[in-house]
């Protein structure tokens, strides 16, 4: 037995068609602007217009039949779309067009429709059409927020690259089996890659020259040097997680927490190259061969990244070294342990009032010491924020005194930023060392030096360990 559809999904095309919309208010703005962009042409039946709706009128982007409703108006469009604030109105106008046997939308009244509407995601000329037959509106916009999270925003360029090449390609391949494969290289591989990074006449040449030798498909590997965001795998973006969805090996170090890792896919072979105090570290001369090695092999690899690849990373050295062996690579940048932790610790790196800029410093040099030199001479209007400074903690908070700051100068220690193990240490910079060794923070910690540290008691969000929380309760802050 079939079972039965609530309706059929169709794609309706308006181009230069009429349509009339009845109602004149902010529902009916909504709708025109769809109908719009649709191509159509529009008549609005109202007694009046809102402003928008007036000011589209006057470009005359719409016709306006300054009067109610009547059923003839029906006659002769090729949809009507009752978007009135009366219902009575809208219920006439479902009976007129039903009687005429045109098509008819009724906002918010699924049981008047014979057209419902869905919710859109778009990437021009890709199209996505979501309903739920209007049983839960809600859960479809659910639906569409996560096909805008997986469908980048360069599909619609990569679906017209497949249309300008879809008739030479059948003449080229006319066997489907074979043609069906052809297209499926191009949208997994290098091709898509290519459009996706913008490089859209490398995505013409490679497809050209594997149309003119179908049958020469070397893969070709890549490595992407891609930043996972400072904890919260909610920070990663979409372009970070669709590369980790079909990495072939992802090698990974200890800032890059499971829930990230999850994310991969599952047969994707997994590197530790981090270090701990337990562990020794894997040279970055070795991490760099292994990079190449594997892209030479014709993998996908990802080098996944805390935080953002370019910001203390070791981002830069590495693609130097991809760049020299002549390997292919992309980075994908991510939210910088400094932005992330300090959002989440609710201290603002920048306030018009406390601080006019930052500088990003690094805690400690490739001996193990920090540079004092790098220092200089702190500006109170500046906002300080020292990666990977906790063993030399006591030093930097010391160095800064001593070339100006007063010893009650604000500061923040922030370990785990951004994750359920979240803990921040407010104090001063004569304190702070002493608070942090009570409190047992460790490794990753970020410190934050400035007057903005102050303003954490009122606008705090996030409940970290050290207050009982275990991730986001929006609205905590005093403010």
């Not at 109908?35 to 589209?56: H, I």
């Not at 020469?216 to 040097?225: D, S």
């Not at 190449?292 to 990373?313: M, S, Y």
């Not at 903690?393 to 951004?418: K, S």
Request: aromatic share 6%; charged share 25%.
């Amino acid at each position: 037995m079939i079972r039965p559809m609530d309706a059929l999904p169709v794609f309706f095309d308006l181009r230069g068609r009429d349509v009339l919309v009845v109602g004149g208010g902010a529902v009916a703005e909504r709708k025109i602007d769809l109908l719009l962009r649709a191509g159509a042409r529009v008549t609005v039946v109202a007694p009046g217009l809102s402003a928008a709706l007036t000011a589209r009128r006057d470009r005359g982007e719409v016709e306006h039949l300054a009067r109610a409703f009547q059923e003839s108006d029906v006659a002769g469009r090729a949809l009507v779309v009752a978007a009135a604030d009366d219902a009575a109105v809208n219920a006439a106008a479902s009976r007129a067009a039903q009687a005429a046997g045109v098509p008819v939308n009724v906002v918010d009244a699924p049981e008047l429709c014979t057209v419902t509407f869905g919710s859109i995601v778009e990437r021009e000329p890709i199209t996505v059409a979501i309903s739920s037959g209007g049983r839960a509106p809600v859960l479809a916009r659910l639906l569409k927020a996560r096909l805008e999270h997986e469908l980048p925003a360069a599909f619609g360029r990569l679906a017209a690259l497949a249309g300008k090449y879809r008739a030479r390609v059948k003449a080229r391949l006319p066997e489907s089996g074979v043609r069906r494969a052809f297209w499926e290289w191009v949208m997994h591989g290098p091709v898509a890659e290519a459009v996706f990074a913008g490089r859209e006449a490398e995505a013409e040449a490679l497809l050209e020259a594997r149309l003119a030798d179908p049958a020469a498909a070397p893969r070709r590997g890549c490595v992407y040097l891609v930043g996972a965001g400072p904890g919260d795998p909610d920070l990663m973006t979409f372009r970070a997680l669709r590369i980790l969805q079909k990495a072939d090996i992802i090698f990974y170090d200890r800032l890059i927490p499971k829930a990230v890792l999850d994310l991969a896919r599952r047969d994707a072979e997994r590197f530790y190259v981090g270090k701990e105090r337990s562990h020794h570290c894997v040279p970055q001369s070795q991490i760099n061969a292994l990079l190449i090695e594997h892209a030479r092999a014709g993998r996908t690899v990802v080098r996944l990244k805390g935080g953002d690849p370019f910001i203390f990373g070791r981002g830069g050295e590495e693609a130097l070294a991809l760049a020299e062996a002549g390997v292919d690579f992309q980075v994908v940048p991510g939210i910088t342990a400094a932005s992330g932790c300090a959002a989440y610790a609710g201290i603002p790196l920048t306030h018009r009032d406390l601080a006019r800029g930052v500088r990003f410093l690094t805690g400690h040099t490739r001996d193990g010491r920090v540079d004092l030199d790098l220092i200089g001479r702190p500006h109170p209007q500046e906002t300080l924020v020292f990666y990977m400074a906790l063993s030399q903690l006591e030093v930097i908070c010391r160095a800064l005194v001593e070339r100006g700051l007063p010893g009650d100068w604000p500061a923040a220690a922030i370990e785990q930023g951004t994750t359920a193990r979240q803990r921040v240490v407010e104090a001063t910079l004569d304190t702070l060392p002493a608070g942090v060794q009570a409190a047992g923070l460790r490794s990753p910690a970020l410190l934050i030096v400035g007057r903005v540290a102050r303003l954490r008691a009122r606008l705090g969000w996030f409940l970290d360990e050290a207050e009982g929380g275990t991730g986001p309760v929006y609205g905590h802050g005093a403010g």
